[in-house]
């Protein structure tokens, strides 16, 4: 059974930084994409950012385009989410996912438990 666990959430103000981590276990990693979802009050989650399985293909939504890097580390089983610029609209729930490297959230199997950013203005 896969398990993704997301850390390094929290509260930060306008044009703070975060880094979200998510690591995996139960299934090999380097088979996967991975992705990472925002979902905000009263919101749909929407996609934020992909990654291949090597780690070379990634892709942004357009919101976050420059501000917001993904990376992944195969040896460790675990993906990150470098959020810089933060502004209080990337407020939200932050979810890690496992599956095909797609933007859409069908396309992936498992989920993390979410981890809460807040970006104070």
């Known amino acids: 059974q896969v398990q993704l666990v997301e850390s390094g959430g929290g509260l930060v103000q306008t044009g703070g930084s975060l880094r979200l981590s998510c690591t995996a276990s139960?299934?090999?990693?380097?088979?996967?994409?991975m992705g990472w979802f925002r979902q905000a009050p009263g919101k749909e989650r929407e996609f934020v950012s992909t990654i291949s399985r090597s780690g070379q293909g990634t892709s942004y939504t357009d919101s976050v385009k420059g501000r917001f890097t993904i990376s992944r580390d195969n040896a460790k089983n675990t993906v990150y989410l470098q959020m810089n610029s933060l502004k209080p609209e990337d407020t939200a729930v932050y979810y890690c996912?496992?599956?095909?490297?797609?933007?859409?959230?069908?396309?992936?199997?498992?989920w993390g438990q979410g981890t809460q950013v807040t970006v104070s203005s």
């Open positions: 139960g299934r090999t990693f380097s088979s996967a994409a």
């Open positions: 996912a496992m599956g095909r490297w797609s933007t859409a959230v069908d396309q992936y199997d498992y």
